[in-house]
Each structure stands twice: as structure tokens, then as C-alpha cells.
């Protein structure tokens, strides 16, 4: 959302809100209709907004809502949204008060932190909404069930104690228990086969307990694509809502997404150049014969990687443009000799298509040696977004 004193800006990254709708529908399509849907809309919904992408996940058949921070949840129920939240992420115990008034359920992974939200509940008189979370073979955050090796085990024994202990706490409610998969978009689902088996070992064992969760879920985009026996009750995609694939190697036939995020600026200032004219920090770019230089707005504090210094390309007319010199905090040259007739003010694509020419975030991340997640999450508060498909009631 740009602000009123920016009618014009100088950058802006624009979100197909329909995107992201046709995405969601995607999932539904994908999925058994008994199976609940919780849009991941964590780190601002990677970079396209988390209200917006919020509201039209919600509006194509998404349930719930997932974020990695209680601060995220929180935004959220001041915007309005009453669905389920769940926190993915760590939070301080002393922050239960918070989780309870805003009524955000919170992931649990380790008996000493459970027993600080049990604590914490107690003294309020209340009780904490809560997912249990297994480390089936992330490494991350989880009470440990993977077994340290080939072991013949399916779980790790003293993981059942555990979740038994953590569930019957006061004070805590477990709707659910969830896994998260470590490789789920490689070609190779063998580790995913694995963590998934680990997994519903564990909630089988449980059960026999008299332990019996109403919700389990696994599945990331990778698993909603590639793995149906991960769905469960419950799926939790991320970055396919947003119109990417999480890897090259999952199956790109078995749902069509649409990238949601293009990112646009126009040119500032274009130079006629003669031979041996030198561009930006450290003078890395002297130009080998007479050229245009175009200076645009758009530098390594709008999430423009310094690393992209005369290797990425935008689009100009329609015309892939190659960046020269140094990317700089606020401002990026590119060499637009070879582009007949440009002139400042004319749109340069980053990010997104132009013309028959296209920059996908994964042609960005390849440069970066990156994925697709971090060129989209990585894009600066200071760059307004500009919401393309705009819902009716705005
Ligand atoms: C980020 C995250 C997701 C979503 O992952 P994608 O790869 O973006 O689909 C799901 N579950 C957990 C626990 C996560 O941290």
C-alpha cells in the first residue's frame, strides 16, 4: 500500500490477488475434500502482504491461517480475521497472556516449554490453544521421534513419554500434531516417505495411549504436490499460494500456479555514453563502446541483492537489459544501448513479465545461488505493494 505522499512511486511491487485466489483453488483441487486447509501466510505472506493474501486465501477455500510469529497472528486478529491461527514458530511462555487475548493457538515442542505455557495458563485461569509439534527428521524445532540413524525403531521410544506427558498438562488444549518435512520437494521422497512414517507411527502409538489428536498434519506445498499420502487432515502450504513451485524437481503437471508477485520501477535518469565510461562503486563496469546507461531507483534496501552486480538482467521495452557495476543501496544501472528510444520515466521490469520477456523469481534466486522463497520474502517494507485485483470491497 503506498502511502498518500506517494502517488507516484518509484518502485512498487504489484500482487495479482486472482493469482493467488486460482492458487488456493489449486490446492482445493488437489486435496480430499474432507482435509482442512490452513494458508501459511507467515513473513508477510512472503513478501505479497499478509492481510490480502490473508482475506483471498481465505475467500478461495483456505480454513485457516498459519504464521511463524505470535506479532503476525496478532496483526492479523487486529485486521479482523476470526479463523484459527496456529503460531508456527517459538514463543515465550510469558507471552501466553497475549496468545490467550487474541486467541491464537500456539506450537509446542519440548516438555520444559510446554510446562511454562502450562504454567502461565494456569495462573490466568485459562487455557492455551496448542499443536503439538514432532521432529520427524527436520532437525528444527519439535520433540524429537526421528531415530538417530538406519534404526529399526520407527520412533524414537522416549518421544512417546514425552508427548504423553506435554498433552496432559493443565492448562493447554492439543487440537493437533504436526511434522515438518525436511525434502519433501527433492525428486527423492524416500527421507519424506520416512519423517512421514515416523510420524503416524508415533500418533498410532499415541492413540493406543488413549492419546487421540483431532487434527495431524505434515504436508508444506512440496507434500500438497508430490506427497497425497502426507495430506491427513490437514495441509499447510506456503509458497505455492503465491504462485511458486517450492523446487524444480516436483511434479509442475500436477497443479498450475501463477507467481503473484511482479516488481516494477522506471527508469530515472538515461545517459549517452562514449567508450571506457565508468559505472558505479569501485568503477567494476567500464563500457567497452558507445552505449546507454539507464539509472534506476532500486537498490539492495528494497531486497535487490548486492550480489546481483553485473550479472541479472531486467526487462525494458520488452528487452532484456543487463545490469553493469555495482548494485547500490538505493539505485541500479543498466546497460539499455542495444534498446532503441529510452527515455526516464519508462517502466523497467524486475520481476515479473514483460512483452514476451519474463524474469521469474527462480532466474533471480539461480544467480543468488537462492531459491524462489527468499527473493519474494526478501522484498523491503519500504516498497509499497500495489494490489492489482482488487476484491469489491476493496
Ligand atoms: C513455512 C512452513 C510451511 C509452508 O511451507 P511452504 O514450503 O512455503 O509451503 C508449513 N509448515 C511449517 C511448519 C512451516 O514453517
Redesign the pocket.
Known sequence: MSSPLEQNPLIWAEIDLQAIGHNCREVKRVIPSNTLFMA?V?ANA?GHGALEAARTALENGADRL?V?RMAEGIALRQSGFQVPILV??PTDPADTPSLLDYDLSQ?IFDPEQARGFSRQALALGKTLQAHL?IDTGMGRLGLVAAPDSEAPVPFKPEALNQALDIARLPGLDFEGC?T?FARA?SADKTHARGQLDCFLALIRDLKKQGLEFKLSHAA???G?IDLPESHLDMV?????LYGLY?SKEVDQQAVSLKPAMSLKTRVAQIKKVGPGFVVSYGSTFAARQATSIATLPVGYADGYRRNLSSRAEMLVHGVRAPVVGRVCMDQTMLDVGHIPGVKAGDEVVILGKQGEESMPAEALADLLGSIN?EVVAGLMKRVPRVYTQLHPEG
Open positions: 501459511v507467515k512472503c498459519g511463524a508456527l514458530g506450537t509439534k504436526y515438518h520437494d508444506n506445498s512440496a500438497v499447510r502450504p506456503g509458497i505455492m517450492p522463497y
